[in-house]
């Protein structure tokens, strides 16, 4: 139980681990090492799956009664309790549901400090040093955590995360965890329907213009949206050729989106569309037209025609 | 027996004691009748808010522009009372006839009236003082009298008939004499009634007209023709035909007494019906003409006191009360509204019905084949729901664009625009709107402009231009320039405004903006319902005015030029304000520049708001031939021009339920002419038509263009080319 | 049923945000200062739980630029009271500090819920939901986009992410960070926020500043300016594999 310790809080609700708590292992490691100390992963609920976290020095299997499904009121107890154990230097979690139920409040109890919206972690002599995100991308804030215990909660994407889906366990250990008082019971857990259709919530938006065309060549755009697990979004035009339902229009008199990613498929750019994407994280435009207006609030573009493009885009990750 | 002849006739058709009895309770009883429906309704005028006293306080105020913002002088309203000019618009062959019957009609009326104070006020007032019935319908009054009013006679026929068989005919062709709802209830309507009111309105008064004919006919037939009843031509010509038939003597004395008793039975009938029919537009129609504002649109009235909007029958002024009444369903507003015809579940004619038929339900007043039939009790048979939002639905009343065409055109000076404000504010009041209306409105309140963009952006358009932008806050300038939102924060009206400043740059006209200072005019913010909000406006804007140092305001907008010409006035804005247009317009005049012909085939858009409401159709047009280019009008320009959708508010709203976009409609227009350029003098309309070119697919054809870059390109300051406006260099 | 709205401002977000000279902060000197949006859902969804189940809507705040048009904007909405903590803190108040000021006002009210935005642009030491639950030793939860009175407690759904929702059942008190109310926030017309601003009622209360720990910023700037696209050429095979590569590097997961 080293003060240099750096631990993850595994953020699995359901399915397999997320991208992120790899991304935050990998991070993790990083710190550690330049801290001295050794990474922890905890796992809360449910074990399953946990084999692919062996990029941890220590794995903690936490069990007991309210903690799976995920309850949040019964999850902090847990994570307190192991902390208090583990006495880290470091508790790193995402800006995600789990991570902002958890880490306020674990913070706060413990007196700790606390970063979140964190894209770049660091270590400069015995502190910590981090970058966060905010004002909705507006501004970045560079801050200093001082020399003792503090949570950072990160925004996911931050950090690589290939490297560090490592398999295999080592040193696992059980926990069983008996909730003092617990006052917040399960209900329910649902996935998501696939009917309403929410463009506003997709991570990755396919957007197509008047370039595609016709009715028929909508399927092509359909087609890379659902390969990319993307949501399918237009221009007005698109729409009141009926193309495409009401719903699916982004601008000033359809949604606005913010999605992380907004491929931009033969559109133009006027300033009612624009109205409605402008703040996407990354615009990535395709217009044949060179001097596009989309091309002035795009991050990236190309003159290739859709027609072509799309089809390499399937072939690349369809196959 | 041997008797002078005296040309007169007997009055009474009936020949019994019993018969006049019989008469006159029956007349006494059309009268109380008559009265009573009128006394109802005159009564229900009452029950609305009192008119506004200023209407008739004739003196004029500073910026007040007669027929546009100044009430129209009553000695006018007379002459287009009798001329029926109002009728006669955009329709002469209507207004004819029309002019026909009303003059015949009076006519008749007088010919009554004079009857009437013969038989029974000289008549009896000689009998019972002077102990012997005179009468002075004798003798050459006689004569004239028949021949003038066999003539009006004439002339109500001909003018009934003319009517009556257009009405009949065009019912199927013309949009105006097709009943269907634009806003289509859920459980259904029929307006059967209605359409068999109209039948029997007509109808029956040519069945009236001509049984009156057919009287002096068979009258002098039996009469066996006495030759000054040639006097009564018409009479004498009909009288003829009968004798030609073969009806003469007794047998003509016999149909004669028939026809007698049918006339006058359907004569009074007539009069009992009046006030509780469309013939009632006979006496509402010429008040309402008289009592008309045309003020009243471009400068809208203040919310009833104690509610935010019109929230029930009280809440209507006796003017718009009486308006509903004077509703003729002509129809001519609900053919030119740009909201109906695209579909939008909004016809002005049907909004006045409705309103109508709720005001008369309201009060308990009954009409004859004048209501809509309805299974249910929604729409204007919904008497305890909410005013705005049941009665009438919420989507008919955020169609309108307030492009006035309504209130332009209505025959009869209803005014259809500050009823629907004051029912979209009610809307407003319960936050019941569009999610992209209340996005703006909330921009507008937090930042000032509807863009959602930070107000100290506002000038940021002038960051492109190699000229500094006079401070109006910090220098003092000859005119005030108030952009507008459009004109400051859309990407591609940035670049008209900034040749609008090199334009009067280099022409010499001093002149400053207010840079951040300046906020949303108002005018679609008040049209839209949020009065509070706009009076926040007006106190923010007159506050960054009383901050500058200028003797005149000039607008890039048409919708900020109206309010900020006739609503600041009333909130202290003593300073001129022009538009652009006029501006351009005034550089050419004086001779201050000197264009080159540009040789370009044009058409030109009238904004509503600069046309319509502001009267300004010359000054763009003198900027566009001026600079050489040939203007081909369209069939709607002028006063008729058609509304490109984006006013009122409408802008920020929803248009996808619409079949056709106003600015598509448009367009089509325009296509038709053959023209290359679609000029525009409002950047509303440049983003709007832009887009319709393109939707409609006409990219090709036609380029929308502002008469600023005609002005510049004329002027050698900027070459017009293709998509990409190159820049000439700074002179 | 009494439930406590925390509410507080925030520069628009519209605004061109300008750091100050200590390099530290923004200017806040020209910035126009709005209520925090997920505020304003935590409102609509009090009011709309006031409206469905009766009760009471008191929102509070501490004091800050403008935040009496946001006080009387919610007064104007249907809450019945406005508390303003005035403590003539200037600039940026950490979560921390927010929190428990909130804290020591709250502990003296009773309450059944406190709902408050799940987060603000500028919460660089945690949203305050989870804080101030803590503070209170009271269950939370953050992220929440639906809540119902459920017997003796209430329902509360959370979004997981992936558009996967989790709903419990939770036994009051409890503070919670609302993502989205029912319905979008209310218009609420300017002449009714005057009649509230005639009628004041805004209650104020003198407290004291506490300190609490917070990262140190010591350095406040704007990402790297973009200008105009960077072309990706316009070989479809090369562009399409860039694009992957971007999506990828985005962390959106690509099946
Ligand atoms: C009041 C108002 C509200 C509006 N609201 C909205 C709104 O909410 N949302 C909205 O989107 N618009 C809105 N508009 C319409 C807007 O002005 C534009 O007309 C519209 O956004 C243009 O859509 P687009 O870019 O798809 O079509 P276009 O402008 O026609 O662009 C098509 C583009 O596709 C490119 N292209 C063609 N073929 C190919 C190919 N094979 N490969 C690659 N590129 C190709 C072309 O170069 C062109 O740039 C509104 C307009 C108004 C006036
Ligand atoms: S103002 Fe224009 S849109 Fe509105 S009802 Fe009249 S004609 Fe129709
Ligand atoms: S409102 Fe006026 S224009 Fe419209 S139908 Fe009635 S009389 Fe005719």
Redesign the pocket.
Known sequence: MAENDVVVIAERVVGGHPDVTFELLGKAKEIASALGGEVHCLVVGSPEGHECLGASDHLHLVEGEHLWPYNPHAWESAVSALLTQIKPRLVLASTGTVGIDLCGALAAQSGSMLASYVVDLSVEGSTLMAVAQLYGGKLMAECDLGDGPAFVTAIPGSFASQATRVDGVANATSHAHEAAEVRMRHVALTEPEKTGVDITSEELLVSVGRGIGSQSNIDLAQELAEVLGAGLSASRPVIDQGWLPKAHQVGKSGKKVKPKIYLALGISGAPEHLEGMRQAELIIACNTDATAPIFEVAHYGTTADLFDLVPEILDLIGG | MLLAVVETRKIFGGTTHLERVFFYLLALVVLVVFFAGLGLRVKKYMAGRPLDASRFRRARVPLEKPGVSAPVPLTQTGVDIAANRTVSRRNHAVGGAHLLLFWGFLGLLAATIIVGLDYDVYGNLTRIFGGKELSFFKGWFYLGYNAIFDTAGLAAIVGAVWLAVRRIRDTKSSVALDYTRAQKPRSGYSRAAMTAGDHLFIFGLILILFTGILLQGLRIDAAGFPSFERWTWLGYLVGSGFGALGLHGSAAGTAHFWLWWVHILMALAFVAYLPFSKALHMISAPANLAVRDPGNTRRLPSPPSGHAGYQDFADFTSKELLGFDACTKCGR?HS?????TGGAP?S?RDLILDLRQYADRKRGIPMVLDWEERPDQSGPKNLEGRLAGEVIEPATLWS????????EICPVGIE??PT?VSLRRSLVDAGEMDPTLQAALENIATQGNSFGKSSRMRARWTKGLDIPIPDARKEEVEYLWFLGDFASFDERLQEISRTLARVLTANGISFGILYEDERNAGNDVRRAGEEGLFEMLVEKNMEAFSKASFKKIFTTDPHSFNTLRNEYPAYGLDKPVMHYSELLASLISEGRVSLAGLDKKVTYHDPCYLGRYNRIFDAPRSVITSAGCELVEMPRNRTNSF?CGAGGGRIWMDDSVLAERPSANRIREAAELDVGYFVVACPKDYAMFSDAVKSTGNEDRMKVVDIVELFAEASGELALAGAASEEAPES | MKIVVAMRQIADLVEELEVDASGADIDREFVKFVSNEWDEAALEEALCLKEAHGGEVVVVGVDDVDFDQTLFGALAKGADRAVKLDCGFEGWMPTAVRAEILARWLREESFDLVLTGVQAADDLDGQLAGVLGARLGLPHAAVVVGLEPDGSGFKVTQELGGGVTLTSHATGPLVLGIQAARQAPRYVPISRIRQAMSAGGIEVVEVEAPSARAPKVTRLFAPEAKGRAEMLGDKPSEVAARIVELIRAKGVSVS
């Open positions: 507003c030119v509204c740009p909201a109906r909004l002005p309108c664009t307030t492009c006035m065409a309504c209130v259809h625009v629907i509304c």
